[in-house]
Structure formats: C-alpha cells, structure tokens
C-alpha cells in the first residue's frame, strides 16, 4: 500500500525566512503533485514533476524530486503572509492502479509578519 | 472561467436520509474523481471515471455510496442511510487524460446529524 508523509505537519515561520518542506513516499511513483489549500477551499494545483532531478519553481516556491530516495521537497523562499496555507504532495502510480492521487497529510504554513 | 463546480456547496441532514451531490467536470475532461476529505486530513480517493465507465473504487467506497456519470459530462454521488462518520467535504477533480493534472472543484461540504 501506498503510504505518503509529510513534515514537519505544522510550520510557524517569520517573513522572509527560508524553510523546506519534506514529502516522503513509500512506492516507485509515476509523478509527484503539489497542491495548496486555503482554510475552507479547494485545492490548487502548484506543481507536476514526472521525472527524477525535476526541479520546478513559481515565485517564492520551489519543488524538486528525487525518485530514488522517493522524496520530493518544496522550498519557501523569503516567506510572505500570502503563503500561509497548507501544502499537500500527492503521488500518482499509474498501471492498474490508473491516477488516484494517494495524499499526504498536509503541512500546514504560517507566515506571521 | 469554467473550472470544476460542485453543487451543493453545504449540505446538512440528520443520519439515516440519503443525499445526492453532483460535479461537472471542466468541460472536455474524459477523467472525473472523487475524494473525500476529512478536517486536518490529506483528500482520499473514493472512484474516478473514464468518460462513463467508472474504472476503480476505493475499499472507502461503501455499499451506501453509489457513483454515476450516465453520459459522460456530469457526475452524481449518492449517500444512502446517511451515518455521521460521512461528515467531511466531498471534493470531485477532473483531468483531460491519465496522469494529467487533477483539477478540483469547491467541495461540497456534508454534516449529518
């Protein structure tokens, strides 16, 4: 079975800091997703990465894999308020499991002034 | 914009009644998805559609919850003899292909009583 983590589950940081966030995977995947959340909305797709070293930035967020250490991470860089959210990867396996998404548990970002 | 939509976007009910929700996917988009998540939780996967075939169910996926998507466009997911464990939001994606980006609705977000 499919296991995805995450950590750190809740993380406070101040404006303009650095600060990385881990996704670990227990099963050779397809792809890797980041998706964001605001409290009571949906998801936003942030990122796709399909293949080991894919490095793929978007303004402060940065999201890398490593297919052979099944770990994916997203880097903050210089913080802003307007990120606080939470952060979920999600792995696809493909085959005959098709393209369910397996999510891990979010982490969950503040950014205090 | 016409993104995923999901109607409705609350629903209360007292346990034992059934409820309906519906999604229309982006329009175009062969693959439909259902999740549910819980409050705190990663979005878990309950049944995807390919045009009208619905090719996976999650073991989640009880007896009581019944998925459609009769022609291929819209999709309904039924609840019968609703429990309060069902509480949680109900969130409904779609993609173009396998393994494309899963875009997401607003949820629809279901108390039971």
């Known amino acids: 079975e499919l296991k995805v983590e995450q950590n750190p589950l809740f993380l406070s940081m101040q404006e303009g800091k650095n600060y990385t966030i881990y996704c670990n995977y227990s099963?050779?995947?397809?792809?890797l997703y980041w998706y964001r959340q605001d409290p009571g909305k949906s998801l936003e797709s942030l990122f796709v990465?399909?293949?080991?070293?894919a490095v793929k930035q978007e303004g402060r967020l940065m999201a890398s894999l490593d297919t052979k250490a099944r770990l994916s991470t997203l880097h903050i860089t210089a913080a802003v308020h307007d990120l606080s959210a939470t952060y979920f990867c999600?792995?696809?396996?493909?085959?005959?499991?098709?393209?369910?998404?397996?999510f891990g548990e979010g982490t969950q970002l503040t950014v205090n002034p | 914009d016409t993104g995923v939509s999901q109607n409705p976007r609350h629903k209360i009910t007292k346990r034992g009644q059934n409820v309906t929700f519906r999604c229309d996917p982006i329009?175009?988009?062969?693959?439909l998805y259902w999740y549910r998540q819980t409050l705190g939780q990663g979005p878990e996967f309950l049944t995807y559609?390919?045009?009208?075939?619905?090719?996976?169910k999650s073991r989640l996926l009880s007896d009581r919850f019944s998925a459609e998507r009769p022609k291929g466009s819209f999709s309904t997911l039924e609840i019968q003899r609703t429990e309060q464990g069902d509480s949680a939001m109900y969130l409904c994606?779609?993609?173009?292909?396998?393994?494309?980006?899963?875009?997401f609705g607003p949820g629809t977000r279901l108390l039971v009583l």
């Open positions: 099963t050779t995947s397809d792809r």
């Open positions: 329009s175009e988009h062969n693959r």
């Open positions: 999600a792995v696809s396996l493909g085959g005959t499991s098709g393209s369910r998404l397996t």
């Open positions: 994606a779609s993609s173009l292909l396998a393994q494309e980006t899963q875009y």
């Open positions: 559609f390919q045009n009208e075939a619905q090719l996976e």
């Open positions: 990465l399909l293949s080991n070293g």
